[in-house]
């Protein structure tokens, strides 16, 4: 390889070091990484130094490094999301649900945006209002999905529900773009019959690997032979992604929808995004191929280009404001499950637009259908929607307030409710016995226990005992229609974390299980707390509190001062320790280069001291 190739190559690659060095340290202005490397890439490009030569190799990696941030992309996809269904137990709304509702809202988005390019191209500034519309129609999945996960929202239906509308925005947007793109192409409209073809594909491909996925023996065959030498899952990974791109191109479709739905396919192996895998092939893109490709949008960026038409810049507000109010105006329909200043939130952060649009510009101006001062103006649109819509969406929408809740309500009028109720009162927390007779639990009233009587399924009684800001509900009643009235309604119309009810009809165990409710059935629970007694002494003397200087203790991660630090760099109050946590409904055992997330739930053991002070910290 000559040295002139290599010499660009490693100012490329020292800039994709630098850049997040430099971003982490701005503290008025949360400036994201990719922004950085398209800023940096103007400087070094044809708009400020001109140190760059393209070479065929600079081509090459910047063009794969598309075609990894697509397969990254595709990756972001849950499927069990789109095709999930939650009953809300109203089948009148259901619209309210959250993918008819993300359908809806990315349905708006796109006649507004179709509209706003018929606007542009009345106004002579773009050859193909169609293509402009769904540029203007886009969502970069990989801005939202990091902002959910900062803000601990991913996992509430806020959160689920601007997943699922990305998810959509990114899928559907790419089809039609590469159907608009090749009725663009001069000559012979057959390609675009051999999309359909790759859709099928997709659907055979994804059935496969989810049938094939559930084979013990692949499984065994992998673990035997992934090792540091092999990475055979990488490889695999690697390999289908290159495969789905040479079929796009041989079917004349577009790579970018090759590696998408190649990123789609494979994400339905990965268990979660903590899997080893997974780790390892963000690490290689966004650790090498991805800032390529960032930085030479950057280089190849022409600023003269914007600056020799007035009217260009001017197209940059006006694309500016266009692509906040085809997003903004659909979104308020989010008020009818949502507060007005979440309802904003919402659309300010899926304007957020990234890799989608950059791309369809690139081909777009390769077409001859935008100029390069429109090409610019896009990029420009980027730049600014990434980096002001996190801003403002997070101005707007306060972190999940999971670790904020307080207080836990006893449902029942027991011996076992006046039990617990005295164990319970023995922590710093608000305890409430609500029940519809009191005559016999009278006697807790004068210690830290409030003991109220009222009907179980009054709901404005619930809302003034606390239910609103209650972290749990402990449901002890017998009858069945009583607890899944009292369960539904806690999950549903307060949102109650945790929510744990005492059932012994075991034909309603599913039916709870799927609002989130955590199910005990007395028998089993005995013959587990037996087992547990006669196989970890050590362990259940600690949970029932017969060892008194060790306690185990449970905190949601809040302290943004620990977002991403790592366990083994965590010091905290004496003796306490880390033992797991759960995050995205998965538990995991943490190791030393586990870094830590808001809204992870973790668990604690040390001394009772220790414990109070680490959740201190962690909750910051």
Same mark, same amino acid.
């Not at 990315?106 to 509209?115: E, K, S």
């Not at 404005?460 to 509900?473: F, Q, S, W, Y």
């Given at each position: 390889? #000559?040295?002139?190739?290599?010499?660009?190559?490693?100012?490329?690659?020292?800039?994709?070091?630098?850049?997040?060095?430099?971003?982490?340290?701005?503290?008025?202005?949360?400036?994201?990484?990719?922004?950085?490397?398209?800023? &940096?890439?103007?400087?070094?490009?044809?708009?400020?130094? !001109?140190?760059?030569?393209? *070479?065929?190799?600079?081509?090459?990696?910047?063009?794969?490094?598309? &075609?990894?941030?697509?397969?990254?992309?595709?990756?972001?996809?849950?499927?069990?999301?789109?095709?999930?269904?939650?009953?809300?137990?109203?089948?009148?709304?259901?619209?309210?649900?959250?993918?008819?509702?993300?359908?809806?809202?990315? +349905?708006?988005?796109?006649?507004?945006?179709?509209?706003?390019?018929?606007?542009?191209?009345?106004?002579?500034?773009? %050859?193909?209002?169609?293509?402009?519309?769904?540029?203007?129609?886009?969502?970069?999945?990989?801005?939202?999905?990091?902002?959910?996960?900062?803000?601990?929202? +991913?996992?509430?239906?806020?959160?689920?529900?601007?997943?699922?509308? /990305?998810?959509?925005?990114?899928?559907?947007?790419?089809?039609?773009?590469? =159907?608009?793109? /090749?009725?663009?192409?001069?000559?012979?409209?057959?390609?675009?019959?051999?999309?359909?073809?790759?859709?099928?594909?997709?659907?055979?491909? &994804?059935?496969?690997?989810?049938?094939?996925?559930?084979?013990?023996?692949?499984?065994?065959?992998?673990?035997?032979?992934?090792?540091?030498?092999?990475?055979?899952?990488?490889?695999?990974?690697?390999?289908?992604?290159?495969?789905?791109?040479?079929?796009?191109?041989?079917?004349?479709?577009?790579?970018?929808?090759?590696?998408?739905?190649?990123?789609?396919?494979?994400?339905?192996?990965?268990?979660?995004?903590?899997?080893?895998?997974?780790?390892?092939? %963000?690490?290689?893109?966004?650790?090498?191929?991805?800032?390529?490709?960032?930085?030479?949008?950057?280089? %190849?960026?022409?600023?003269?280009?914007?600056?020799?038409?007035?009217?260009?810049?001017?197209?940059?507000?006006?694309?500016?404001?266009?692509?906040?109010?085809?997003? =903004?105006?659909?979104?308020?329909?989010?008020?009818?499950?949502?507060?007005?200043?979440?309802?904003?939130?919402?659309?300010?952060?899926?304007?957020?637009?990234? *890799?989608?649009?950059?791309?369809?510009?690139?081909?777009?101006?390769?077409?001859?259908?935008?100029?390069?001062?429109?090409?610019?103006?896009?990029?420009?649109?980027?730049?600014?929607?990434?980096?002001?819509?996190?801003?403002?969406?997070?101005?707007?929408?306060?972190?999940?307030?999971?670790?904020?809740?307080?207080?836990?309500?006893?449902?029942?009028?027991?011996?076992?409710?006046?039990?617990? /109720?005295?164990?319970? *009162?023995?922590?710093?927390?608000?305890?409430?016995?609500?029940?519809? %007779?009191?005559?016999?639990?009278?006697? +807790?009233?004068?210690?830290? =226990?409030?003991?109220?009587?009222? !009907?179980?399924?009054?709901?404005?009684?619930?809302?003034?005992?606390? &239910?609103?800001?209650?972290?749990?509900?402990? !449901?002890?009643?017998?009858?069945?229609?009583?607890?899944? !009235?009292?369960?539904?309604? /806690?999950?549903?119309?307060? #949102?109650?974390?945790?929510?744990?009810?005492?059932?012994?009809?075991?034909?309603?165990?599913?039916?709870?299980?799927?609002?989130?409710?955590?199910?005990?059935?007395?028998?089993?629970?005995?013959?587990?707390?037996?087992?547990?007694?006669?196989?970890?002494?050590?362990?259940?003397?600690?949970?029932?509190?017969?060892?008194?200087?060790?306690?185990?203790?449970?905190?949601?991660?809040?302290?943004?001062?620990?977002?991403?630090?790592?366990?083994?760099?965590?010091?905290?109050?004496?003796?306490?320790?880390?033992?797991? +946590?759960?995050?995205?409904?998965?538990?995991?055992?943490?190791?030393?280069?586990?870094?830590?997330?808001?809204?992870?739930?973790?668990?604690?053991?040390?001394?009772?001291?220790?414990?109070?002070?680490?959740?201190?910290?962690?909750?910051?």
């Amino acid at each position: 390889m #000559e040295q002139q190739t290599l010499l660009p190559l490693l100012l490329i690659t020292a800039l994709a070091v630098a850049v997040p060095l430099v971003t982490s340290r701005l503290r008025r202005i949360t400036l994201p990484i990719v922004v950085g490397e398209i800023l &940096a890439g103007m400087v070094i490009g044809h708009s400020g130094f !001109d140190l760059i030569e393209t *070479s065929p190799t600079l081509d090459f990696l910047k063009e794969f490094g598309f &075609a990894f941030l697509m397969f990254l992309s595709g990756l972001e996809i849950d499927f069990n999301l789109l095709t999930g269904r939650r009953d809300t137990g109203d089948l009148s709304a259901w619209w309210h649900r959250p993918l008819p509702l993300a359908g809806l809202l990315f +349905l708006g988005t796109l006649v507004l945006g179709i509209l706003s390019g018929l606007l542009l191209g009345r106004l002579g500034v773009v %050859d193909n209002p169609l293509l402009m519309g769904l540029i203007l129609s886009t969502t970069s999945l990989g801005v939202v999905v990091p902002v959910l996960k900062e803000r601990g929202l +991913l996992r509430a239906e806020f959160g689920q529900l601007l997943l699922i509308e /990305a998810s959509i925005a990114d899928f559907v947007t790419l089809v039609m773009l590469t =159907v608009v793109i /090749a009725l663009g192409r001069p000559g012979p409209t057959f390609d675009l019959l051999l999309i359909p073809v790759l859709l099928v594909l997709f659907l055979i491909a &994804a059935n496969a690997v989810q049938r094939v996925a559930q084979q013990p023996l692949l499984k065994r065959i992998l673990d035997e032979v992934t090792h540091a030498t092999s990475q055979i899952r990488v490889r695999a990974a690697l390999a289908f992604m290159v495969a789905w791109v040479v079929l796009a191109q041989a079917l004349g479709v577009e790579l970018i929808l090759g590696a998408f739905l190649a990123g789609a396919v494979a994400g339905l192996l990965a268990e979660s995004e903590e899997s080893t895998a997974r780790v390892k092939l %963000d690490a290689i893109g966004y650790g090498f191929f991805v800032p390529i490709f960032f930085i030479m949008v950057g280089v %190849d960026f022409k600023l003269s280009a914007l600056m020799s038409s007035p009217s260009a810049i001017w197209l940059v507000l006006i694309l500016v404001g266009l692509s906040y109010f085809v997003k =903004v105006i659909p979104a308020l329909g989010l008020r009818i499950l949502f507060p007005w200043r979440e309802t904003l939130a919402a659309g300010v952060l899926l304007s957020s637009r990234l *890799s989608l649009i950059i791309a369809a510009a690139a081909i777009a101006l390769q077409l001859g259908v935008i100029t390069e001062a429109v090409n610019a103006s896009i990029i420009l649109l980027a730049v600014v929607t990434t980096t002001l819509s996190p801003m403002a969406f997070g101005r707007l929408c306060r972190p999940v307030e999971s670790d904020r809740r307080h207080g836990i309500i006893l449902v029942g009028s027991d011996q076992m409710a006046e039990f617990l /109720a005295r164990r319970l *009162s023995q922590y710093d927390e608000e305890v409430t016995l609500f029940s519809p %007779d009191t005559t016999r639990l009278s006697e +807790l009233e004068s210690g830290d =226990v409030r003991v109220v009587t009222g !009907d179980l399924e009054d709901e404005a009684l619930l809302e003034r005992i606390g &239910a609103g800001r209650a972290r749990a509900l402990i !449901d002890l009643t017998h009858t069945n229609q009583a607890t899944m !009235d009292l369960c539904r309604l /806690a999950k549903d119309r307060f #949102e109650i974390p945790i929510v744990i009810s005492r059932i012994g009809n075991v034909d309603l165990v599913p039916q709870l299980q799927a609002l989130g409710v955590k199910v005990v059935q007395p028998a089993l629970a005995t013959a587990m707390a037996l087992e547990g007694a006669l196989r970890y002494p050590t362990v259940f003397d600690v949970l029932v509190h017969e060892a008194p200087d060790v306690e185990v203790g449970e905190v949601i991660l809040g302290n943004p001062a620990l977002v991403n630090s790592r366990v083994r760099d965590i010091r905290l109050p004496g003796d306490a320790l880390i033992v797991s +946590l759960e995050r995205d409904k998965t538990i995991m055992v943490p190791h030393g280069d586990t870094a830590l997330r808001i809204g992870d739930r973790v668990d604690l053991i040390g001394t009772p001291q220790a414990i109070r002070q680490s959740a201190d910290l962690l909750r910051g």
